[in-house]
């Protein structure tokens, strides 16, 4: 059962809000600058940041990429997993090096994503990066919930978070739910975006992933 996320460190929050009211700042004066003005909530401008959009499968595959079933390997950040049966992954347009996406079945869209990048940030724990994650939902969209708990990948420990957000332009909510952990300053980790009605078989698919997880040398 994942537990609510109901309060963080202290000295995270304040770093967090400190870097977003940095970022806002810099933003402000940027648009004063140049005489630009905020855009209307509505705006489809606005709806291009959403947090939603990084998960949308049009942007995240290209048409000409190679399919991938079972095993997957990705020996620049060292780890591999198994693509579940009837399931097929491909390499995201972006980042090919980093992953793979892995569109699920039926309808409402749903999606599975491995990812890994090095640490640039210094978000050193998985609740830095979830963190991240929550600040950056709020920036554009609305957090509806936001729940966690301990979870580990193949021995390393981190953290399993699930947020239910309404997306800009959207008119029912999705469910994210990310499995993350930090290994050797990288973070490595498994996304999950769904609807609630959906969710218990999607999540069967996610943790048949996360099991699947190994380390290579």
Same mark, same amino acid.
């Given at each position: 059962?994942?537990?609510?996320?109901?309060?963080?460190?202290?000295?995270?929050?304040?770093?967090?809000?400190?870097?977003?009211?940095?970022?806002?700042?810099?933003?402000?004066?940027?648009?004063?600058?140049?005489?630009?003005?905020?855009?209307?909530?509505?705006?489809?401008?606005?709806?291009?940041?959403?947090?939603?959009?990084?998960?949308?499968?049009?942007?995240?595959?290209?048409? @000409? %990429?190679?399919? $991938?079933?079972?095993?997957? /390997?990705? #020996?620049?950040?060292?780890? &591999? !997993?198994?693509?579940? =049966?009837?399931?097929?992954?491909?390499?995201?347009? @972006? %980042?090919?090096? $980093?992953?793979?996406?892995? /569109?699920? #079945?039926?309808?409402?869209? &749903? !999606?599975?994503?491995? =990812?890994?990048?090095?640490?640039?940030?210094?978000?050193?724990?998985?609740?830095?990066?979830?963190?991240?994650?929550?600040?950056?939902?709020?920036?554009?969209?609305?957090?509806?919930?936001?729940?966690?708990?301990?979870?580990?990948?193949?021995?390393?420990?981190?953290?399993?978070?699930?947020?239910?957000?309404?997306?800009?332009?959207?008119?029912?909510?999705?469910?994210?739910?990310?499995?993350?952990?930090?290994?050797?300053?990288?973070?490595?980790?498994?996304?999950?975006?769904?609807?609630?009605?959906?969710?218990?078989?999607?999540?069967?698919?996610?943790?048949?992933?996360?099991g699947s997880w190994r380390w290579t040398p």
């Amino acid at each position: 059962m994942l537990r609510r996320v109901m309060a963080l460190p202290i000295n995270r929050l304040v770093a967090a809000a400190g870097a977003l009211l940095i970022t806002l700042a810099i933003g402000v004066a940027i648009s004063e600058w140049v005489g630009i003005r905020r855009l209307p909530v509505s705006s489809s401008a606005a709806g291009a940041h959403s947090y939603c959009r990084r998960f949308r499968a049009d942007t995240l595959v290209s048409a @000409s %990429a190679q399919p $991938r079933r079972g095993y997957f /390997a990705n #020996p620049t950040y060292g780890y &591999a !997993l198994t693509i579940p =049966d009837g399931l097929v992954g491909y390499p995201p347009v @972006s %980042a090919a090096a $980093r992953g793979i996406v892995v /569109a699920l #079945p039926g309808q409402p869209r &749903a !999606l599975l994503r491995a =990812d890994a990048a090095y640490d640039a940030l210094y978000d050193i724990t998985a609740a830095g990066v979830h963190t991240r994650d929550s600040v950056d939902v709020r920036l554009f969209d609305r957090l509806i919930s936001d729940e966690a708990q301990p979870f580990s990948l193949a021995g390393v420990p981190g953290g399993r978070y699930r947020m239910k957000i309404l997306c800009r332009g959207e008119s029912s909510p999705y469910v994210f739910e990310a499995i993350i952990v930090v290994r050797r300053r990288e973070i490595y980790r498994l996304d999950l975006q769904t609807r609630p009605d959906r969710l218990r078989q999607d999540e069967a698919s996610l943790e048949a992933m996360a099991g699947s997880w190994r380390w290579t040398p």
